[in-house]
């Protein structure tokens, strides 16, 4: 990747040196402007947030793994060019009821500090779309796919942001869970210092799901299929490991893994974390 950039610039350089200074100049810009926002903040029902920073990743089947989806292929680098405040923790119960009044969880003795589950894709844009008119201030919204798992991985390219092998403090999964979620923030973050970004629930993305989607796939700021039949989510959840369909330990729970299901899906297992755009 090095020697491609350095042969890009070069060229970019010797024929149009005026625009590389523009490029160049934004990206001075955006690292001032990151430089200088909050780095974690607190909405008005307590929602906290952490800087997501701009920057590149590869996406998909990483440069590690031996057994991949094809719908995870090929693996390529990705920019994320402008950054963005993710949660901290998976939307919880408490949280849910707050904005929607009513607590559709099958979790729901699990208490108010657990993540929500048994949501579908479109109860999540509900929920968006009533937050964002009491918090008009910020643009709440699902990440990306790319912006999930670039937030994910942190800046590894390993299987999994903490190595190559399944981590039971890292994460709620089948083998630690006692088949149930568990209340966020109990296990360790990652790089970014967002919790259960593995684990515990699935993640709902924005992205239409296509399984030919990565081999022709915007390098900048992908945002998923134009249309489709069913919604990404990433991330495993505290069901998965043992799962029949696992071709090996914590297949699922990679990063790289694209589950998908419709937006009526609804599943104990899946439940979501927003992205803020706060400028
Ligand atoms: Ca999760």
């Not at 490029?23 to 997501?52: A, D």
């Not at 209340?183 to 990652?190: A, D, E, F, L, Y």
């Not at 069901?239 to 104990?268: C, L, W």
Request: one cysteine or more; proline letters at 4%.
């Amino acid at each position: 990747m090095k020697y491609f950039k350095l042969g890009y610039f070069c060229f970019v350089c010797l024929l149009f040196g005026e625009k590389i200074e523009i490029v160049e100049n934004k990206k001075t810009e955006q690292i001032i402007i990151e430089q200088n926002m909050p780095k974690e903040w607190q909405n008005g029902i307590g929602m906290q947030f952490v800087l997501i920073p701009s920057g590149e990743f590869r996406l998909g089947c990483g440069e590690t793994e031996t057994i991949c989806e094809d719908n995870e292929t090929p693996g390529h680098v990705v920019r994320i060019t402008n950054f963005f405040y993710m949660g901290k923790y998976e939307v919880t119960q408490g949280q849910w009821k707050s904005i929607m009044g009513d607590n559709p969880s099958y979790f729901d003795e699990c208490g108010d500090n657990c993540p929500v589950d048994s949501i579908s894709w479109k109860d999540t844009q509900e929920f968006i779309l009533k937050l964002n008119m009491k918090e008009s201030s910020v643009k709440y919204r699902l990440p990306t796919e790319a912006e999930w798992e670039y937030a994910a991985r942190s800046g590894t390219t390993t299987k999994y942001y903490w190595g190559e092998d399944m981590d039971e403090n890292s994460g709620w999964y089948a083998n630690n869970s006692e088949r149930k979620t568990h209340p966020v923030g109990m296990k360790k973050p990652n790089g970014f210092g967002l919790f259960d970004i593995s684990g515990n629930v699935w993640e709902w993305c924005s992205d239409w799901f296509s399984d030919i989607y990565y081999l022709n796939s915007p390098k900048e700021n992908p945002k998923g299929f134009e249309f489709g039949r069913l919604k990404v989510a990433k991330g495993g959840s505290w069901h998965d490991e043992v799962s029949p369909n696992a071709r090996t330990s914590g297949y699922a729970i990679r990063h790289a893994y694209r589950n998908r299901g419709n937006v009526m899906h609804k599943s104990p297992t899946a439940g979501f974390r927003l992205v803020a755009e706060k400028y």
